[in-house]
């Protein structure tokens, strides 16, 4: 009986995660197969999920006639950026507030959480103003300072969570050594904390790499517009290329589904960990 029982339930979970799989991967699976498809296979009233004929006209019209390589640039740089700037920025702020003897510091999160909180929408006017009074319109710096305003919260809140599970013994045996504070942070807390940094560190870089709104407002010509603004401007008034689009979403998504299949065991347990406290 409990043989059966557990056959059952191993049965249970792989066609559970089998359901997921299907879920989560049909439809880039679908937007896959789409750029490879000619548009008059796009449009007919049976479409096939294997291409027939393959072709690449839609890769080359992505990248020498809409010119993608230059969006994926200005993305990549803007997201790094960001990216290292919210892992530094939110490794002082977490590591203050976490191993310090930091007043009102539940009080201090909820303030930084209540930042992400507001919608972009209500957000984008003022930010307008501001970076137009700066003179920062159709440049990096824009970006990143609204992007290091997105992941900041979500980066501090998942290292400080991260932080609390070290033993406070760590910090007692290295002051005793002559340690300083920042040595601390950075030869010791930061070091043992690899995992919640790849798991922060990807999800601020997701972010930044798929955030469309900020992006759409505050660049407008090519030099400066990443990747999400690139492939709304495929499109024209009479005609939506739906292959050219495909093509496009699917090279910038290959990038962060590999990273995402690299780093995932520091994932798994940066997040799991987090959320345990010794």
Known sequence: MNDTRSSLQTIAIYLGALLILVWSGG???????????????????????????????????????????RYVWNSLVVSLATTFLCLFVGSL????????????????LMVILSVSMFPQIALVGPLYLVATNLGLLDTYTALIIAYLALGLPLVTWVLFGYFETLPREIDEAARMDGVSVPGLLWHIILPMSLPSLVTTGLLAFIT????????????????????P?????????????WGDIAAASAVVTVPLIVLVLFFQRHIIEGLTQGGIKE
């Open 229 to 241: 603004v690139g492939i709304a401007n495929f499109t024209n008034l009479y005609y939506v290329p």
């Open 208 to 227: 930044a790499w798929n955030e469309f709104l900020f992006a759409l407002a505050f660049t407008s010509n090519i030099d400066r517009q990443t990747i």
């Open 93 to 108: 702020a977490a590591f203050a507030l976490s191993r310090l003897n930091v007043k009102g510091r539940f009080g201090i």
């Open 27 to 69: 439809p880039f699976l679908w937007q896959f197969s789409t750029s490879f498809q000619l548009d008059k296979a796009l449009t007919s009233g049976s479409p096939s999920l294997i291409p027939a004929p393959f072709t690449l006209e839609h890769y080359y019209n992505a990248f020498i006639e809409k010119q993608l390589h």
